[in-house]
């Protein structure tokens, strides 16, 4: 951690590093480091935009803001209209900007940018705004951002850029898992129509055939060749559906064996 940030500072660094990290919430995680950092520095907004690689632009998902500043939550972003966003994206450094015009939409006087990053990647934005004039008050009002302001909210988006990793993989972990809960449900009920229908002709024809339901015996014939033709019916159900479970079960394998090889190659690199 620097040194330029006081014991003090360092010591809620790890306050708020440590809850959020308590949750794999991605919108906790975004609502908790806007709402932190916002307190913390006295801006007059904090906003943050999750960040895909090679995105053109960027989405506003949570937001602190003075009551008295326009929002900005939800607002669409273009990168190529933000060079502060792209500086910062693209250096993994925060950029300041303090040259707004008067009639800015969002009362913008001076703000600090700082990118959020895992393995030198970047997955997020975080920018902080101080709006209005210099006689709003001294928490909102136009000033250099400090060293140890700067330091902060480098520090904290280092943090938050493995807490969104970590968060993202696990909803995609998620994600995978419902889906293939659904297809197996879905499996399971195709396959058990599939099953019950021969099943059940099977056993009704067995039934006439017991029950002396037949007028004569070429017809009580009938009904045993039916339930014969059902019973082999039965028979290519359960070995397509055995065929079918044997296929996933090797492309599991298959894929396990994958993510070991290359879990393997790089612990090796």
Request: hydrophobic share 40%.
């Amino acid at each position: 951690m620097n040194q330029q940030i006081s014991a003090y500072s360092q010591k809620l660094l790890l306050q708020i590093g440590r809850k959020i990290r308590k949750t794999l919430d991605l919108e906790a995680i975004w609502q908790q480091t806007v709402n932190s950092l916002g307190l913390t520095l006295g801006v007059s907004r904090c906003i943050i935009c999750p960040y895909q690689n090679s995105s053109p632009q960027v989405k506003v998902a949570a937001e602190y803001c003075l009551e008295s500043f326009p929002t900005m939550l939800g607002t669409k972003i273009s990168l190529a209209a933000a060079p502060n966003f792209t500086q910062a994206l693209n250096t993994l450094e925060p950029v300041v900007v303090e040259s707004f015009s008067d009639d800015d939409p969002f009362q913008r006087r001076s703000v600090l940018t700082v990118a959020t990053a895992y393995q030198e990647q970047p997955n997020g934005i975080i920018c902080l705004h101080r709006c209005g004039k210099e006689d709003v008050g001294k928490n909102t009002g136009a000033r250099s951002w400090t060293e140890a302001q700067i330091e902060f909210a480098q520090e904290l988006a280092d943090q938050v850029g493995s807490a969104i990793a970590l968060a993202t993989l696990y909803q995609e972990h998620s994600d995978r898992s419902s889906e293939i809960s659904q297809l197996k449900k879905q499996f399971l009920l195709s396959a058990s129509h599939e099953l019950r229908t021969p099943l059940n002709h099977i056993i009704g024809y067995l039934q006439l055939t017991i029950d002396d339901q037949a007028d004569d015996p070429v017809e009580a014939r009938a009904f045993i060749q039916e339930a014969h033709r059902s019973a082999l019916h039965l028979s290519k159900v359960v070995a397509n559906i055995l065929d079918c479970m044997q296929l996933n079960e090797g492309c599991q394998i298959h894929a396990d064996l994958a993510a070991a090889r290359s879990q393997e190659k790089s612990l090796r690199n």
